[in-house]
């Protein structure tokens, strides 16, 4: 008997030893209610009902520790029954990380906001305190337009929507844009019920397009088109806006069906054009500023929000400058005459160079035609010459007007750009901005010299050059100006309306019909000249015809027996 008691004794205190621990280990990793019985400077001594005690650092409760004192409840977190010292391993922030994880799944569960803060920035977003439970904020998930600058977000506290929890992980996923948009929704409700056109509103420019900017009005965007951004002429709306600013709008008008919102900036300010014909009136010469340069204008500001158009013909009485960008840069202060105002249209024309001396006028002035000048040739085109004759005027030679002798294309082949001529001035428009010129007419035409006097209606003595079925080629007198008579012209009677009755170097009177100087030729009519003679005698007889004109006798198709017969009847 006495050799088995040691046996049994130790079997009885293994089994108590198991017994004791036995509801333990349930404990770990649990959140249990202690009670502080000791602290010393640096920690509480907390039981817990084990068979030793924990200890928990006061630092880890923060500023917490100073509501706890010995006698004092508390909840914490059995980590380990016991650690190398055989002592129980107890931890506050983990026992108020399990309290928060469960507000947070009852949050979760009912959709309801939790409280964080925004301590870090991680890979892909940031880092949330929510009261001890660590969440991840994904950078898409931190506001409803993208933020550049998130530092005034750190360290604050706000609402937070859990869009995920996985307690075995330990992971959070929060987003912050879910909260925006429920209250951006919330607050577009309420917006929405109290618009009305002519409100003002503060808004923040959410976009920026060609056309406008894209304005959120706290839940709701208007459009802010680039015309009703500024009274002044802007080229593109990023030069005033950008993304992310903050502006004072005004609606100016409103959709209810659609809830389409159009806004303005400047309508917040005075149209500047009401009262602007107290300001300006047609014909006044004011300064400005240009503001913009196209190809074929210039804009300028005459004061804020009133803009003039110059067009590109009033820029300089001289037609060389035509394109405003070589001779104009935007800033540049000008001084113009108002030419043209249209209120209905806010239209004002602008002219610069009548703000000028016009040199047409001048020139008109200094000369008059018939005078001789010299000038340079600027330009030769299919038509005639360009001479500079002054500063800023070119006047034109035609090419009919270089040669009597000469074709006009082939007078052209005579000439370069650059090369000194002298002219005669044979009219002037200052108004059409015109100088016609003549190289010819410095010398006499040698046509008129060879005609001799010959005029239209003349009876002329001819040689025949040439005979053809078509009529009789001559020439008159000693400088043989040549001339043609048709074969309809060859006689009065048509029997005798025969070329072959005439020879080569025969001479023949015929009436001059009409001259040709361009091409320095004459037509010519023996008809004519024979129904003239008829014509002639019998007005010695007094004849009631010797009225006719001459027209009349070239037309005539009088028989010459009737003609006799009435002279004879006559006497």
């Known amino acids: 008997m ?156 706000q609402p937070f929507m859990i869009l995920k929890m996985d307690r075995l992980r330990g992971n959070i996923v929060v987003s912050r844009r879910a909260v925006l948009e429920e209250t951006r929704a919330e607050a577009r409700s309420e917006i929405l019920e109290k618009m009305h056109e002519g409100l003002e509103l503060d808004g923040v420019v959410k976009n920026v397009t060609d056309y406008g900017a894209f304005v959120d009005l706290g839940g709701v965007d208007g459009l802010l088109h680039l015309t009703d951004i500024s009274w002044q002429r802007i080229n593109h709306p990023s030069d005033v806006l950008e993304v992310g600013q903050k502006i004072r709008v005004k609606i100016t008008k409103f959709n209810e069906e659609n809830k389409r919102i159009s806004l303005g900036m400047k309508q917040l300010e005075a149209d500047p054009w009401i009262g602007i014909e107290d300001k300006f009136k047609l014909e006044d010469t004011v300064k400005g500023k240009v503001t913009n340069i196209t190809d074929y204008r210039v804009f300028v500001e005459l004061e804020h929000g009133i803009e003039g158009l110059v067009h590109a013909s009033e820029i300089s009485w001289s037609k060389k400058s035509t394109n405003p960008q070589e001779v104009m840069q935007t800033g540049q202060e000008v001084e113009v005459k108002i030419i043209e105002m249209n209120l209905e249209k806010r239209r004002i024309g602008l002219s610069l160079r009548q703000c000028l001396e016009n040199p047409w006028h001048k020139f008109a002035n ?61 009219d002037i428009h200052p108004v059409e901005e015109k100088v016609v010129l003549g190289i010819k007419q410095l010398s006499g035409d040698p046509f008129a010299e060879q005609m001799g006097g010959v005029k239209s209606g003349d009876v002329v003595t001819c040689t025949i050059k040439k005979v053809q079925a078509a009529g009789l080629d001559v020439v008159i007198g000693d400088q043989e100006v040549p001339g043609f008579i048709k074969k309809v012209d060859l006689a009065r009677d048509r029997g005798e309306q025969r070329a072959d009755r005439f020879a080569v170097d025969e001479r023949v009177d015929a009436l001059v019909t009409s001259i040709d100087h361009k091409n320095r030729r004459f037509t010519l009519s023996i008809k004519a000249r024979e129904v003239k003679e008829e014509k002639e005698a019998m007005a010695e007889f007094g004849s009631s015809d010797s009225g006719a004109s001459l027209g009349d006798i070239l037309g005539s198709s009088l028989d010459l027996d009737k003609v006799k017969e009435g002279s004879t009847k006559k006497d």
Do not use: C
């Open 2 to 157: 006495t050799t088995n008691q040691p046996i049994q004794q130790d079997e009885n205190f293994a089994q108590l030893l198991e017994e004791s621990f036995q509801g333990t280990e349930s404990l770990e990793g649990k959140v249990v209610e202690g009670t502080i019985i000791a602290e010393d400077n640096d920690a509480f001594i907390i039981d817990v009902g084990l068979k030793s005690e924990g200890r928990v650092e006061k630092k880890e409760l923060g500023s917490a520790a100073k509501n706890y004192a010995v006698g004092s409840k508390i909840n914490i977190f059995v980590d380990r029954l016991e650690d190398r010292h055989g002592e129980i391993v107890l931890s506050f922030e983990k026992a108020r990380r399990e309290e928060v994880w469960k507000e947070l799944e009852v949050a979760f569960d009912k959709s309801e906001k939790v409280l964080g803060v925004m301590t870090s920035r991680v890979k892909g977003g940031f880092t949330v305190d929510l009261s001890g439970a660590i969440a991840f904020l994904p950078g898409s998930q931190v506001d409803i337009r993208q933020i550049k600058d998130t530092s005034a977000l750190m360290d604050i506290e």
């Open 366 to 426: 200094d000369h008059k035609a018939g005078d001789t000048i010299t000038g340079t040739i600027q330009n030769i085109t299919d038509f005639g010459l360009f001479v500079n004759v002054a500063p800023d005027i070119d006047g034109l030679v035609h090419m009919n007007d270089i040669s009597w002798d000469e074709s006009g294309e082939q007078a052209l082949k005579n000439y370069k750009i650059g090369q000194e001529v002298t002219t005669k001035i044979l």
